[in-house]
């Protein structure tokens, strides 16, 4: 059995649980997981008594050579209503379907509603949340292989960017050589829009990289990852670029405290509420809570923001095989920012960090 029919497997049974014959799949994240298609225009039913995968001419070859066996490829026009209800009347008759409703918006999903039902009047559609998703919280070793390299390259990346020095480069600059190195790494590409925030600039947790020239003794916010075989990676440094401003420099030490506590605090059966607040109550203890405003981190997986939250509204307890960031953060705006943030697997009784960059004093000069 291949990795994705085990997945398929345990997303039918998922569905019989609640009473579903089977769900449309249409968020292209979740047909790959499910079924290893990789393109821009699929979609895929998924039910006890079978499955197709559904997408058009453009991507038959690559279709049929991506999808294991055990799933038939459905090529046709660009637009797939008619080929899904086709799929869901031969797969579920009669039955009770299920729409992946986060995916969709109200007015396709009524389309594919009326295609289904009027294909087969005897379907019953409902609006469906998570299914896919609560799969893909726990990695498996194939997973946590992706994510492993993802993160190596990353942090070879960005070693070799800073030895080339940062003072007097622009952020811009900054950032295009990150992603330069990622591709020389060969990442698919980076998993989201490349951080470099220096000096007032690092105050913004999501600053987009400007023509600002990188000056000596600033905080220079650093947030990249890479994409391997379609998983993300997700790690933040922030660069001391020589002698600090006290008020700075306690903020680095601070958050790196936090950081530090919280990833000794990562194991199973903990919230990620609790883990958020041995960070937070550390930050605040040092009279800077009002200055990080995030929560503490995120699942990563096929996608760069994925479940559990590890926030002050996290309520998912942590479980073997997640992947998650710990990215406590200081902003004071108009002075600067730091933020630093590991990937780390939640492991049997802990946590094993993937980012190996180094954190303690980091500096680059001209």
Known sequence: MTVQADRRTRLVAALAEAGLDALVVSHLINVRYLTGYVGSNAAAVIGARGARVLTDSRYAVSAREQVDGEI??????????????????????????????????????QQLTQAITTADGQVQVSPEVGYVEQLRVVKDATEIAAITIAAEMTDRALARVLERGLIGRTEREVAFDLQTELFHEGAEGPSFEII????????????????????????????????????????????????????????????????????????????????????????????????????LGHGVGMEIHEAPRLAREGTDELRPGMIVTIEPGIYLEGRGGVRIEDLAVVTDDGARVLSQSPKASISSTD
């Open 72 to 109: 038939p490829v459905v090529v046709g026009p660009g637009d797939l209503t008619a080929n899904v209800a086709r799929a869901v009347a031969e797969i579920a008759p009669a039955g009770s379907v299920g729409l992946e409703a986060a995916h969709l918006s109200m007015s396709r999903g």
């Open 196 to 295: 470099v925030a220096a000096g007032p600039n690092g105050a913004k947790p999501h600053a987009v990289p400007g023509t600002r020239a990188i000056g000596a003794g600033e905080l220079v916010v650093i947030d990249l990852g890479a994409i391997a075989d379609g998983y993300s990676s997700d790690m933040t440094r922030t660069v001391i670029t020589g002698d600090l401003p006290p008020e700075l420099a306690r903020a680095y030490s601070v958050c790196a405290e936090a950081q530090a506590a919280a990833l000794a605090a990562v194991r199973p059966g903990v919230s990620g509420r609790t883990v958020d607040a041995v960070a937070r109550d550390l930050i605040t203890a040092a009279g800077l809570g009002e200055a990080f405003g995030h929560g």
